[in-house]
């Protein structure tokens, strides 16, 4: 008798348990995924060569507030359920030395390719090795990175993630913003300025582009295209071609400006129209002799 009791007993505990894991999976909500590639651009500047050491991303994520109106309490009333949880996941990548101004006029560098839960993508944290050089007149120096080998480089993004979508997250390193000259003593820090751009691949014909040739193809220069107070750079190819992507609808102005000593002049190009989905090629700007 005794054995058949505990026996009993064991049974109806392990009802009782299976009864409640299952009542706490329903109040679960079941979250689905996206699928996001992260990749790095360039904002280019005037040097030899930027090379920048990527050993770790890490990104933040929240999971938004669930409402479940299905779940009831002993009375047969319904109850909301809300849910909330922040926290740190590491991604993993292959560590390697980007020259930032490789990757520019549609070139860029992939870091990640994954899936990422529903809810709100509150910030990217990239993280830099101790391998970070600026080449200038064909000397190599090293940069120094005040932060970022341990702590990182945060980056806000603040944008909700849908399930079942597919997005690309852009984070744009400004190398002429970045670079900080220390006094003449002929060292450069490196303090990083990065611009973050999360892109829907269904919605990416929201932006537009401008693409065009610089003449003479011989001389270095510096492209900017200007909105309102915002602009954005790139370093045209050897052939002088340049691109520059993510832009907002609107007229832009064209600047090109040729290296020092160069022998010609700040060429501009105003009322360049931008539209959404749209590549504006402006066909040859040519550089204006001193």
Known sequence: MKTQFLVSLLAGVL???????????????????????????????AYDAVLIDVVGLEYKHELDSIEDEDLEDEEG??????????????????????????LNNGNEALLADIDIPEGELKEVRLILGANNHLVVDGDTVELKVPSGNSSGLK??????????????????????????????????????????????????????????????????SVVYVIHDEDSVSTIPEETGYFLIEL????????????????????????????????????????????
């Open 15 to 45: 009802i009782l348990a299976s009864c409640e894991e299952g009542a706490n999976d329903s109040m679960k909500s079941v979250r689905g995924n996206a699928a996001m590639r992260i990749v790095l651009v360039d904002d280019p500047a």
């Open 155 to 220: 980056i806000k993004i603040d944008a909700d993630i849908e399930e079942g979508k597919e997005y690309k997250l852009v984070l744009d390193f400004d190398a002429s913003r970045s670079i900080v000259k220390a006094g003449n003593s002929g060292k450069y820090n490196l303090k990083p300025v990065i611009h973050a751009t999360l892109l829907a691949l269904d919605e990416e014909d929201e932006y537009g582009a401008i693409e065009g040739m610089i003449w003479p193809d011989t001389v270095s």
């Open 247 to 290: 832009l907002e609808e609107g007229d832009y102005e064209i600047v090109a400006v040729p290296e020092e000593n160069s022998g010609f002049n700040v060429t501009t190009m105003s009322g360049v129209n931008v539209m959404s989905g749209v590549v504006s090629d402006i066909d040859t700007l040519t550089l204006e002799h001193q």
């Open 77 to 102: 009333n319904s109850e909301d359920q809300e849910e909330s949880e922040s926290h740190w996941v590491t991604v993993e990548i292959e560590p390697m030395v980007f020259d930032l101004l490789e």
